[in-house]
């Protein structure tokens, strides 16, 4: 594609991350593709580089505080960048959007609907207008008072807090104290209040048990410890806490996961019977349009919703009621005004809807919580937002926008792309997804391999251009009919048995039935929000689990969930963290003369403890940045620039590094440095072995994508591979997986099979289905219009089944010519 001189971003001498001082000329006004491996460089040269340089210069030209976070936040490692435009970055971010985040609050269109329902909704007689924040359940001025906006009520009882009221409080009865000191000094301070601690609770008078669970009252009193052989306790003030208000403020105030989940054990979950789970108070929920509530309608799919606005505005009056409370100078004057109002903001509101729609997700609600979405849906929604933002000019980077998208669902996609462009933008993606790849105007392909290994432009230019490039993972896949020609795998039989379900109802699944054979692959798939996650993960999850634990004879005797949830939450979390590798290295520097000659234990090569790590960072290598009106950011820390330990602790060395620069090894690297090492050698081969080889041992999880995080928890799962039957459900796995290392993958997962046990994924690459034993396809559309089994069976029947979206799709990759009637 011939491009004039002065329209290319042209970026000289790019070193960020494994980038080999890089030089690449990338047009303007395109569709630009990065592809290369997992761990090639792709990311780090549209995200670390083009889109960080962007940013930079964004600070830099906005004020003299900005400026300064600039030397905090770093510069990305380039020589120089020339006709770069101001840029939006639109990534799968990693960490989870907060409880009261929603689709409608990620997407805007909550503001339109609150609006619509303050401008134009009926309200009862003699009601005055409310503003559009009296809608909102996340302000004071609209959350219901007894739910405080969230709709669901969290409380105790007697029965739960004492599961066996055979025994004393001595005994344990009130099972939702805390253990150890704590749980006795409640004890003891009951005791000196006066109340039997040794009378089987049963017995207890029912005025009694009730204050001891559920007082507000907190009494201090004298406490006498009974004098125990080895130490003399001395008297002290205790202060009583009741069991109901331990419970509530361990659940809502403590940080620890652990203590939160024990104290959640003890409370039931229901909707808020003041609002009815509606989440908003009496006098919003008395507004109607189209004669329903906001509750009403934000709970709608958003195909759903759409019909009932165009309803609304055609009707052209907003409910039975005469509206009220319109006359004042902020509003208009009558019902013609409303009228009006109505039909302009139900327009707006579904053209926005209609954005949404286009990308697949018309499934979804506005209430729908954002930390029940995928990282491809959200970004989708953000992506959905940004086609009405009227922004041009600028340089857009997305990070995998296919991700989650069933096939029937890409070519949508790739309309939006082209809008993108149309309206005058750049855009960059950085994708695997074939046919992503060849929509694009302009090819950048990033190799040849990864982490060391990679790191160079192989191509850039017309992606049929690749074809002649030597040593591309991607030219055999692009070239070749969607894959490699390979032949096809005889279908397993299996173990002869099956875990079948009937009859479910959950989510969107209504009645359904389903029968997942064991000893095989089986495949599930459907077009997005079809109930796939919900019948995997929970339906068949808890069936399996259920019967593990109560029938001798099942089959399984293992049930094992990968999903793609971060492996933690802050940079502190990392690959050997979770692995168990760190055990190791750390026994390895404490073992050695150095450590032994200075008494340094384990503890003093660990960066989550004092003594040994760098306290100005506390040893996670980074410091928050606060950004005034921007997300805060993560910077290398100006002490120790990223080390996480202290200069002493760094000089003690084991075969030649210290432990930070061992923890700046790849898996790859790593496993040469401790191949004599079996307990280290064991972690990293599974590692190695599921196509991880790139990443750094001290990888923060922060930079880790969700693909990513589900294949180290496939390896720690592999490095322990037990003989008892297991079955495996993972979500996805092939996220964020080149073609090429789809094949790693999936010879993995197979084994696993071979080796007797039984896998089950959700997934939307047909070459992944095409190669399964069995397929279970789910739909046919998504929300209210999936929930059903649409075919089931080996691929070959499922890819000939009629009504199936995924069938065209899985023949094509099955190498069959897909049938003209369905």
Not at 166 to 190: E, T, Y
Not at 211 to 221: G, R, S
Not at 680 to 690: D, F, H, V
Not at 759 to 775: I, K, L, N, P, Q
Request: glycine share 12%; net charge neutral; aromatic share 6%.
């Amino acid at each position: 594609m011939q491009q004039p001189a002065d329209s290319f971003i042209r970026v000289r001498g790019a070193r960020e991350h494994n980038l080999r001082a890089v030089d690449v000329d990338l047009p303007r006004d395109a569709l630009t593709v990065f592809t290369g491996v997992s761990g090639s460089g792709k990311s780090s040269l549209a995200f670390g580089t083009v889109y960080a340089e962007a940013q930079r210069r964004y600070f830099e030209s906005v004020a003299p505080y900005a400026r300064r976070l600039i030397h905090q936040i770093g510069a990305p490692k380039v020589d120089s960048i020339s006709g770069l435009p101001p840029a939006v970055s639109l990534e799968q971010r990693r960490s989870a959007p907060g409880a009261r985040s929603s689709v409608g609050t990620v997407t805007l269109l909550s503001n339109s609907l609150r609006m619509l329902f303050s401008r134009a909704g009926s309200y009862p007689p003699g009601a005055g207008r409310l503003d559009s924040d009296a809608f909102s359940p996340n302000t004071a001025a609209g959350a219901c008072p007894s739910c405080h906006g969230i709709g669901r009520i969290h409380r105790t009882s007697e029965e739960l807090l004492v599961p066996d009221p055979g025994l004393s409080i001595r005994q344990g009865a009130i099972a939702a104290w805390p253990g150890a000191w704590q749980g006795k000094n409640l004890r003891d301070v009951l005791e000196a209040l006066g109340h039997d601690v040794d009378r089987p609770w049963r017995e207890l008078p029912a005025g009694e048990r009730e204050w001891i669970l559920f007082t507000e009252e907190q009494p201090v009193v004298t406490v006498h410890p009974v004098r125990e052989a080895d130490r003399i306790q001395r008297p002290y003030q205790g202060t009583y806490m009741s069991a109901h208000r331990w419970v509530m403020r361990t659940f809502a105030d403590s940080k620890s996961a652990t203590l939160r989940a024990r104290a959640e054990k003890f409370l039931t979950d229901a909707p808020c019977a003041a609002c009815g789970g509606a989440r908003l108070r009496p006098e919003a929920l008395a507004v109607t349009f189209a004669g329903r509530t906001i509750a009403e309608l934000a709970a709608l799919p958003l195909t759903d919703l759409d019909g009932v606005l165009a309803e609304g505005a055609d009707a052209g009056r907003s409910g039975p009621s005469e509206p009220s409370g319109l006359s004042g100078p902020s509003g208009p004057s009558g019902p013609s005004g409303t009228d009006e109002a109505a039909r302009v903001l139900a327009a707006d509101l579904r053209s926005r809807i209609g954005s949404v729609v286009e990308l697949g997700l018309g499934y979804l609600s506005l209430d729908r919580t954002a930390p029940s979405l995928s990282a491809g849906e959200l970004q989708r929604l953000r992506l959905a937002t940004q086609l009405r933002s009227g922004l041009f000019g600028v340089v857009y980077v997305l990070d995998e926008p296919s991700a989650g998208l069933h096939p029937a669902d890409t070519e949508a996609l790739l309309g939006v792309l082209d809008g993108l462009k149309a309206a005058g933008n750049t855009v960059f993606v950085v994708e695997h997804h074939l046919d992503v790849v060849r929509h694009a105007d302009w090819l950048v392909d990033v190799g040849p391999l990864a982490g060391e290994h990679g790191g160079r432009v192989l191509h850039s230019g017309p992606p049929a251009a690749l074809a002649g490039v030597p040593g591309s993972a991607t030219a055999p896949y692009l070239f070749a009919g969607g894959g490699r020609q390979r032949e096809p795998r005889p279908v397993r039989g299996g173990a002869g048995a099956s875990v079948r379900l009937s009859g479910v109802s959950r989510n969107n699944l209504r009645e359904l039935s389903a029968e997942f054979p064991l000893g095989v692959f089986t495949a599930v798939t459907g077009v997005s929000g079809s109930g796939k996650s919900t019948l995997v993960g929970g339906v068949l999850a808890d069936a399996v689990r259920e019967r593990i634990a109560g029938d001798g004879e099942f089959a399984v005797r293992r049930l094992v969930e990968v999903d793609q949830k971060p492996i933690g939450r802050t940079p502190r979390s990392n690959l050997a963290t979770y692995t168990g590798l760190f055990d190791v290295v750390r026994r390895l520097f404490t073992a050695g003369e150095d450590a032994r000659a200075r008494g340094w234990k384990a503890g003093r090569f660990s960066f989550n403890v004092a003594g040994g790590r760098c306290e100005e960072c506390q040893g996670e290598g980074f410091v928050s940045v606060e950004l005034l009106f921007l997300p805060s950011t993560y910077a290398p820390c100006p002490v120790c620039a990223g080390a996480r330990y202290n200069e002493e602790t760094l000089r003690v060395r084991y075969r030649g590094l210290n432990i930070a620069e061992v923890l700046g090894l790849t898996v790859e690297s790593a496993a040469d440095f401790f191949a004599g090492v079996p307990a280290a050698a064991r972690s990293l081969g599974a590692l190695a072995e599921i196509g991880l080889g790139y990443l750094r041992l001290g990888q923060p999880a922060t930079e880790l994508s969700g693909g990513e995080a589900q294949r180290i928890k496939l390896a720690a799962e592999l490095q322990r591979l037990r003989r008892e039957h297991t079955l495996y459900l993972l979500d996805e796995p092939t996220t964020g997986l080149h073609p090429a290392d789809v094949e790693v993958l999936m010879r993995q997962l197979h084994g696993l099979v071979d080796a007797g046990h039984s896998v089950v994924v959700v997934e939307h690459d047909m070459a992944v289905v095409a190669g399964a034993d069995w397929v279970v396809d789910l739909g046919p559309g998504g929300g209210a219009a999936g929930g059903r089994v649409v075919a089931a069976g080996p691929p070959g029947e499922v890819a000939r089944a009629a009504g199936s979206r995924t069938a065209a799709y899985l023949a094509r990759a099955l190498g069959a010519a897909p049938l003209t009637e369905r």
